[in-house]
């Protein structure tokens, strides 16, 4: 079944075509283990996945959007990880009023608030150091640079990543990814020695 053929199916709500999204998608999706941890700890099902990728897809009519650029299968893919990524239900990472306990003289409760964000720190500090690599990856390559980027961040694979950047082969994008890879760790470590 081609692209096109499926994505007609999915968007008549033809049974044979959410089948489909459900066995190449939304399972495998959930069992990954990019996923698997983070449904597990926000309470989200494949069920929910499906669920929300059903509303969106006919109830919004975000169907519409796909244009045949790409596997249509990596394009659902991409909006059923962003809905877990999305699932987090403290995003910001609210201190709760639930915390407080009573070490007070007078009795009443105490809520300690912490002085120092040491995750945020740390993740700024992450951030800086994946800037500045990048930063310098794409001075001295930029379509490596790109590639990188387009795998770690989009999640695209080297087929989607060869028709975008009309490269020979797929082999020729993992080569090239793998050394991307490799100057990350390498600028990483000098610096932090």
């Known amino acids: 079944m081609t692209d096109g053929e499926w994505h007609t199916l999915v968007r008549d709500e033809k049974d044979e075509g959410w089948k489909l999204v459900w066995e190449r998608v939304v399972e495998p999706e959930s069992k990954s283990m990019r996923s698997a941890e983070m449904m597990r700890r926000y309470s989200l099902s494949a069920g929910d996945l499906m669920g929300m990728l059903y509303e969106d897809m006919i109830g919004r009519r975000k169907i519409d959007l796909y244009r045949g650029d790409g596997s249509f299968e990596g394009w659902l893919r991409r909006y059923v990880r962003g809905y877990v990524l999305n699932s987090d239900p403290n995003p910001r ?24 964000d040491k995750m945020a720190r740390l993740r700024n ?25 387009l795998k770690t961040r989009f999640f695209l694979s080297s087929e ?21 890879v ?3 760790r390498e600028t990483a470590f000098t610096v932090w020695k």
């Open 93 to 116: 990472g609210d201190v709760s009023i639930e915390g407080a306990h009573p070490d007070a003289d007078d009795g009443c409760t105490v809520m300690e608030i912490p002085a120092d």
């Open 125 to 149: 500090e992450v951030w800086g150091m994946t800037h500045w690599c990048l930063r310098k990856m794409w001075n001295e390559d930029p379509e490596r640079c790109y590639i990188h980027v």
């Open 182 to 184: 490799r100057f990350m």
């Open 160 to 180: 989607e990543i060869r028709d975008l950047l009309d490269m020979s082969s797929a082999a020729n994008v993992d080569q090239i990814f793998s050394r991307s």
